[in-house]
């Protein structure tokens, strides 16, 4: 029996394609002015982690060679670790104003309902 293929899920027809248990997350912009009034400078605003899953890979192997699946899939919002990941240059999607980053499954921390 042949070995069948799995194509990763995606949200948006995207350059980047998420290898093994990684995923492309699109980052959610803090806003820019808090309630007070206090408008926050791009210099002085720390990056965010909370993003929107547009990418899924297959899945890791496991020691046997089996896939195990992901556990978040296109769509989920979801809450990452402050120092994981790798950002995206900006461009790559067409857009410049949104930030992307490639995570590992383990980096995801939780998903928001």
């Known amino acids: 029996m ?11 027809a995207s350059k980047v394609v998420p290898l093994g248990d ?16 206090l408008v926050i400078p791009d210099t002085a605003r720390e990056k965010p ?18 896939r195990v699946p992901v556990d978040v899939k296109v769509g989920d919002r979801v809450l990452y670790a402050k120092y994981s990941g790798q950002e995206i240059p900006r461009g790559v999607f067409g857009d410049t104003d949104d930030e992307y980053m490639v995570l590992k499954e383990s980096d995801i921390l939780a998903k928001l309902a």
Not at 2 to 12: D, G, I, R, V, Y
Not at 26 to 37: L, M
């Open 49 to 66: 982690q909370l993003g929107e899953v547009l990418s899924v890979g297959p899945g890791r192997l496991d020691d046997n060679g089996k």
């Open 22 to 37: 990684r995923i492309v997350v699109k980052q959610t912009r803090q806003d820019e002015v808090r309630a007070s009034g």
């Open 2 to 12: 042949p070995a069948t293929k799995t194509a990763p899920k995606t949200l948006t």
